[in-house]
């Protein structure tokens, strides 16, 4: 009897302490912002539940809808990296045909999903913990000119030659010395020709999910019904999971266009002394995963002293936002000056040090008939010592 007490307690402190409806915000193309409990997602309209009414948004109005769910805590498990940004995280089963399967561990009802190896950049087999080493594997197998698969072992080498399969024993692929089988053990992680990689992205309305687990997945149908969701990703594969396993959710395709979508119109960048750095897409300078205070994003623009990126706007937009940070990268050294300018006016200028501001949220800014804009680092008060400079989440709003 006495042992019944303490599980009764457990129970309804465990009761107690669920989690309640997670509050959800909706950053609308208006400026807007939405708080409450977001209750349905039916036909690209949104339902968020407010503290008196029910309102329904086109999905296409909103820019991103933040959850904040708690991550998930780390465990060991692999990752796909997509050719379209995306990633999955999980166990790598097997290969089947053309396609790598793969297991969300953190859903262990979800079936495998059937990932088109077309698809895949690289595949990691044991993604680690470690952002150092993260960013290590990631430079590693940052190579956009090879002209063969590539497969890295644990011992540090690398073989090449062609991708065959592998299961739960054996790694198996055709190099110069023929057909070759390893232990699937020896094998930390592989990627594909470039020039064999194609995922074309659809124009039609879809959304970018960032899941607990870190895996991040654009779906081209979502629905959301009594706290599930269910998706459709862009390469087939189906998607059932609770509500509070999505951190944001960020619709394509509508009124806010992302920067990193468009190509810049120029970039200019002045060395210090030699060192030439270029700006980089949805990843660092040191091409590594955009992380500012402790949070990875999926969107945003790396640069460093002195450089500029210049875009053609031609008056087809009405606003821009963007957060600006130093990465996670900087070893305390990085100071830069900062500027956002508009037509060659100056909209916006803030300085970012390690010891002062990592990160800053800037105000909208409008550019309605605007026809340029111009994102600008510069030295700051250490010269060009770590001046790694993450523009995140940057949109530009389309007229209403």
């Not at 009897?1 to 609308?28: C, H, K, N």
């Not at 379209?84 to 995280?89: A, G, S, T, W």
Request: glycine share 6%; charged share 25%; proline share 5%.
């Amino acid at each position: 009897m006495r042992s019944v007490v303490p599980f009764i307690l457990y129970m309804l402190i465990g009761i107690t302490f669920l989690d309640p409806v997670q509050a959800a915000e909706l950053e609308l193309v208006s400026g807007e912002k939405l708080k409450g409990t977001l209750t349905e997602i039916k036909q690209n309209q949104m339902t968020l539940q407010l503290k008196t009414e029910s309102k329904t948004v086109a999905a296409a109005d909103v820019i991103r809808v933040n959850l904040d769910y708690a991550r998930l805590p780390w465990k060991k498990t692999g990752m796909l990296i997509l050719a379209n940004n995306d990633r999955i995280r999980g166990n790598l089963v097997r290969s089947e045909d053309d396609f790598l399967l793969i297991r969300m561990n953190a859903l262990p009802e979800q079936p495998e999903w059937r990932v088109p190896l077309e698809t895949v950049t690289t595949a990691f087999f044991d993604w680690p913990a470690s952002r150092f080493t993260q960013l290590e594997l990631l430079k590693k197998t940052d190579r956009p000119k090879q002209n063969d698969d590539l497969f890295f072992l644990k011992n540090g080498d690398h073989l090449q030659g062609e991708f065959i399969g592998f299961n739960e024993n054996s790694f198996r692929f055709d190099s110069a010395a023929g057909e070759t089988s390893v232990p699937r053990g020896g094998i930390q992680c592989f990627c594909f020709n470039p020039e064999l990689v194609n995922f074309p992205q659809p124009k039609q309305l879809r959304y970018v999910l960032n899941l607990t687990n870190g895996t991040r997945v654009t779906v081209s149908e979502l629905a959301l019904s009594q706290e599930t969701v269910s998706a459709k990703t862009l390469f087939g594969a189906s998607l059932v999971c609770p509500l509070s396993m999505i951190e944001t959710i960020t619709p394509r395709g509508g009124k806010s266009i992302p920067v990193t979508d468009l190509d810049p119109a120029a970039y200019r960048f002045t060395p210090y002394f030699s060192q030439k750095w270029n700006w980089e897409r949805n990843r660092n300078v040191l091409r590594g995963p955009l992380v500012t205070e402790g949070k990875e994003y999926f969107s945003g623009l790396g640069m460093h002293s002195a450089g500029e990126l210049q875009y053609q706007l031609d008056g087809k937009y009405a606003g821009f936002q963007t957060a600006v940070g130093l990465d996670e990268a900087t070893t305390g050294r990085g100071d830069v000056d900062v500027f956002i300018l508009v037509d060659q006016r100056v909209v916006f200028q803030q300085s970012l040090s390690d010891n002062q501001r990592r990160l800053v949220e800037v105000p909208r800014i409008d550019v309605t008939g605007a026809q340029e804009l111009i994102l600008k680092v510069e030295f700051g008060k250490n010269a060009d010592m770590d001046d790694h400079v993450n523009w995140l989440r940057p949109v530009l709003l389309q007229k209403q």
